[in-house]
């Protein structure tokens, strides 16, 4: 009998214990929620450097900015634009491929579209400057004992 009573007593207080970390759990759940935000890192270059303060060209897709129909008129009649928008280059990367499409793959001469051609990929479609998450530094690692 003595012993049931005991068993029963620390089955209450476990309960207790129990509530109050569910309690601290959503306290903390909720101060991630306001503090967190959404990760910097994450956000894509065009809307970190605010390129789309115009949008996207509903039909191409393409970030609207200087030069863009000239890329589209150039760029959109043997592929689909996406094989242009899903990449990030240099400027010397954008010519190399543009190089390569007119050595290769019966691309014209841009003649003085190329320049703006050149100029609106290498602005809009530039390569990632940051990673996801910068690597971690100055750790202090310690033993466990
Ligand atoms: C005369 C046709 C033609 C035109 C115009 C053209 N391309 Fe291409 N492009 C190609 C072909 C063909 C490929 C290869 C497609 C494939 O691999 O499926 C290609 C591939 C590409 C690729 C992918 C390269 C890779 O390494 O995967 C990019 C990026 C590209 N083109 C950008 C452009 C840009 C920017 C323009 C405008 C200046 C342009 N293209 C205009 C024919 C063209």
């Not at 503090?35 to 894509?44: L, R, S």
């Not at 592929?79 to 928008?85: D, G, Q």
Request: charged share 25%; hydrophobic share 35%.
């Amino acid at each position: 009998m003595g012993e049931k009573k005991v068993t029963k007593k620390w089955i209450r207080k476990s309960y207790r214990v129990l509530i109050i970390i569910g309690v601290l759990a959503v306290i903390v759940g909720i101060i991630g929620l306001y503090f967190g935000g959404p990760n910097e890192e994450v956000i894509p270059n065009e809307i970190k450097n605010n390129k789309t303060k115009t949008g996207y060209d509903a039909r191409t897709g393409f970030i609207e900015d200087d030069g863009m129909q000239t890329v589209i008129n150039n760029c959109t009649t043997c592929h689909a634009a996406e094989l242009v928008t899903q990449n990030k280059m240099t400027k010397d990367g954008w010519l190399a491929t543009i190089r390569w499409m007119q050595e290769s793959q019966n691309l014209w001469e841009l003649g003085d579209n190329e320049e703006v051609i050149l100029n609106y990929l290498a602005k809009n479609y530039a390569p990632e400057d940051t990673g996801r998450r910068a690597p971690l530094k100055d750790i202090n690692w310690y033993v466990l004992e």
